[in-house]
């Protein structure tokens, strides 16, 4: 330990052993040595390099389980490991000493070369243990800090871009006559609308991996969720005469209501990236097997069989690629993967032989049952997510009985 002698708390009632320990162990290690218990806690306490403790004989104030439970109870002295050495020790001393923390125990006659190599491998230990949390240590404030400067970059580069398209759309309406400056602004639209799709996903694959991702899970009207997505889109689907279409919006499910739409919004904007124009998108939820199924199904030229085992991998690039100049980070299916996954969820996609792709989320139907499951677990009645509280009523009373056979 950066080429110091360990320190040892030696205690010792009997004079004999004391002696013995700092013959022993004096010229290897540097010692403090008591003759009681309290004494050498107040010692520790005072003194916060100790490396480790050496109880040898039978204590004269207090029991080793007592002894172990004060260590363990002082922030001051912990992690402090303890070895005891006891000639007379029964076996059930041993065990309850190693089941309340001890480090080691040594009963009956012991070799002075047999202490030493139980001190030595605990030391070694305790070094191991604490280099391991300073990596941590270092590692999560690597992290963080990482964290901490890429939001800080990405907000740097939000407030630019919402004024480049502020002044995309004052340009537009000024120069609504010229083909030309027109075209040039759709590239301005396009360029930002990429570099916020980028930024979004890497915010997101950050919260994943730094396990910062919160959730609240309440039950959720799909109806609702579907809705939002489509006014969110229904612009972007424009721009390429896509068809944004709602199909049926049915049942309720348990999930996060904000990621819920997140995810959902991953797959309507990659099916109108990858569709060609004049074609059409279909969103639509179907209640199957207790589960709630969200669909969204499109026209577009689908995913070749030998690339389909990489979607909803990490950078999962395809040979696909957008038909409008879009950009595509590799990043947003899975995405969606894990944020199913955190809400108790599934995802897949279906590619039928006529053209086309199903991308399909699943999450847990909403019921009574999973309704009271989720109160005791938050302590409280769980908010719904829905503008009409009558639906919610009457969703709650219909329950499980409207499965349908099928999975997603």
């Known amino acids: 330990m950066d080429g110091k002698a360990n320190r040892i708390m030696v205690v010792a009632a009997n004079r004999n052993d004391r002696s013995r320990i700092e013959r022993l162990l004096g010229a290897e290690y ?196 579907q809705t939002n997505v489509v006014n969110q889109y229904r612009f972007a689907a424009k721009k390429k005469n896509i068809s944004l279409e709602l199909g049926a919006t049915d049942g309720w499910v348990l999930a996060d209501p904000q990621r819920l739409v997140q995810a959902l919004a991953n797959l309507v904007s990659n099916a109108i990236k990858f569709s060609l124009n004049d074609s059409k998108v279909t969103i639509s939820s179907a209640r199957r097997k207790g589960c709630g199924v969200i669909i969204v199904a499109d026209d577009g030229p689908g995913i070749p069989s030998v690339e389909r085992d990489n979607l909803f991998k990490e950078y999962g690039r395809l040979s696909t690629r957008p038909t409008g100049g879009e950009s595509s980070s590799g990043l947003g299916l899975w995405i969606v993967k894990q944020l199913m996954y955190a809400q108790n969820g599934s995802v897949g996609a279906e590619f039928p032989e006529n053209g086309g792709s199903r991308f399909w989320i699943s999450l847990p139907a909403y019921s009574p049952d999973t309704c009271l499951e989720v109160d005791n677990v938050r302590g409280k009645r769980a908010g719904l997510f829905s503008a009409n509280k009558e639906e919610a009523v009457s969703a709650r009373a219909q329950g499980s009985n409207d499965d349908s056979a099928g999975d997603g």
């Open 30 to 225: 540097e010692l403090s040595i008591s003759a009681n218990v309290v004494s050498a806690l107040d010692m520790a306490g005072r003194s916060p390099d100790i490396d480790l403790m050496l109880v040898a004989g039978p204590l004269n104030d207090m029991s080793e389980s007592e002894l172990l439970g004060a260590i363990q109870q002082s922030p001051a002295i912990l992690p402090l490991p303890v070895i005891f050495v006891a000639e007379a020790a029964s076996p059930e001393a041993v065990a309850s000493a190693l089941q309340s923390g001890a480090a080691d125990y040594i009963a009956g006659a012991y070799a002075d070369e047999v202490l030493l190599a139980r001190i030595r491998s605990r030391l070694a230990e305790k070094a191991l243990i604490e280099s391991l949390e300073t990596c941590i240590a270092e590692l999560t404030e690597t992290e963080e800090l990482r964290m901490r400067l890429f939001r800080m970059a990405s907000h740097d580069l939000k407030s630019p871009l919402n004024n480049i398209r502020i002044a995309e759309g004052i340009l537009r309406l000024a120069a609504a006559e010229s083909g030309e400056v027109a075209h040039a602004l759709d590239t301005i639209g396009l360029m930002v609308d990429n570099m916020s799709d980028i930024i979004g996903n890497f915010l997101d694959m950050m919260e994943v991996q730094t396990g910062k991702l919160e959730l609240t899970i309440k039950p959720v009207n799909l109806r609702d969720v």
